[in-house]
C-alpha cells in the first residue's frame, strides 16, 4: 500500500503564493487518484484537487488559483496555491484512492491519507 507525506505548509501574507507536496512511497502514485483537501477549525474535510490519469478537477472556491501537478520521476503531487486568501487558511491533506472508484470530490474514494500541513493566509 502507498504511504503519503505532505509538506510545505507555511505562513503567508493575502496574495501570495505557497506550494505544498506530497511524496509518495511503498507503490507509484500514477496507480492512483490523487487528491488535495483541506480542513479548517470547526469544519469538514472539504474537496479541494484531484488529478485521475490526467484529467484535473478543482473545487469552484480555489479554481483559476490553485493547480494539481504530478511528478512521475519523484513519484510526487504537488499543489501549486496562488493568489491565496485568508479562507484558503486550513490543514491541507493529500490522499490517494483506486482510480474510478468514486466521485473524486468525495473523502470515501480515498483509502490512503498524508499527515496533513498547516497553511496559514494573513490578511
Known amino acids: 500500500q502507498v504511504q503519503l507525506a505532505d509538506s510545505g505548509g507555511g505562513v503567508v501574507q493575502a496574495g501570495g503564493s505557497l506550494s505544498l507536496s506530497c511524496a509518495a512511497s511503498g507503490g507509484p502514485a500514477s496507480r492512483y487518484t490523487m487528491g488535495w483537501f483541506r480542513q479548517a477549525p470547526g469544519t469538514e474535510r472539504e474537496f479541494v484537487a484531484a488529478?485521475?490519469?490526467?484529467?484535473?478537477y478543482y473545487a469552484d472556491s480555489v479554481k483559476g488559483r490553485f493547480t494539481i501537478l504530478r511528478d512521475h520521476i519523484k513519484n510526487m503531487v504537488n499543489l501549486q496555491m496562488n493568489n491565496l486568501k485568508p479562507e484558503d487558511t486550513a490543514i491541507y491533506y493529500c490522499a490517494a484512492g483506486l482510480p474510478y472508484s468514486g466521485s473524486v470530490t468525495a473523502r470515501g474514494t480515498y483509502s490512503y491519507w498524508g499527515q496533513g500541513t498547516q497553511v496559514t493566509v494573513s490578511s
Open positions: 488529478d485521475i490519469g490526467g484529467s484535473t
